[in-house]
């Protein structure tokens, strides 16, 4: 199926192509993904990898998730950038990127289950898996994944300083806007870790994802 990227109602700060969506789900670490359970909403926030129009969520293989096969899905990704303050409490608001995306769930098997937990993996730290020894036959067994195949998606974005009534800009008060900035800091090594071995390749490039 391809995925429908204009869906949803427009609006001022809506954007449905597909560039836009795929840049916000690739720089996301964490998705919140929303589902009924048992007649009950849920959201639970997930490591994810996107690859082409479909989004990949792991978990134990016994927990609620991994039963939804067939069910519709929603997962909701936010990156938080900045804090608009404006000269009244009306007008304060925050600056942001956010995608929606609502599809189906397939659980995942065979040869492709094994790599949607290469790509949650390298989602976080691009090319970690090659860096590692591999996933035994217990551990894949006790790991289920779930496909989201991308059905429908918009995003919205805000930007910028506050949008202020023209009554309240002769004032001594400050606005603008508090940027919130995503980083990766220094990893620091646990006590297994012989002393000497250099960061790996792997949080170097995740660490670039974020910078400017």
């Known amino acids: 199926m391809v995925p429908d990227y204009a869906k949803a109602r427009q609006g001022r700060r809506a954007h449905y192509d597909e560039a836009t969506i795929h840049a916000i789900l690739d720089t996301g670490l964490v998705g919140h993904v929303g589902f009924v359970a048992e007649g009950r909403p849920m959201v639970i926030p997930m490591a994810f990898a996107r690859s082409g129009s479909t989004l990949y969520i792991h978990g134990a293989s016994k927990t609620r998730l991994m039963g939804l096969d067939g069910q519709k ?9 900045g804090i608009v303050v404006a000269r009244s409490s009306f007008h304060h ?14 659980r995942v098997t065979g040869e492709e289950h094994h790599c949607a937990l290469d790509a949650i993996t ?13 996933m035994t036959a217990q ?47 220094t990893g620091i090594q646990d006590a297994h870790t012989p002393e000497g ?8 490039a995740a ?5 400017a």
């Open 73 to 81: 899905l929603c997962l909701i990704v936010t990156h938080l950038t």
């Open 93 to 106: 608001s925050v600056n942001y990127r956010s995608a929606v995306i609502h599809g189906e769930a397939r």
């Open 122 to 134: 390298n989602h976080l730290l691009p090319g970690r898996t090659s860096e590692l020894r591999a």
């Open 139 to 185: 551990e894949l067994k006790a790991t289920g994944v779930i496909a989201l195949e991308i059905e429908a998606a918009s995003a919205k974005i805000r930007t910028g300083p506050p949008v202020e009534d023209p009554v309240d800009l002769p004032s001594t008060l400050w606005g603008g806007v508090v940027p919130v900035v995503t980083a990766l800091g």
């Open 197 to 204: 071995v250099p960061l790996p390749a792997s949080i170097r």
């Open 207 to 211: 660490q670039a994802k974020f910078v």
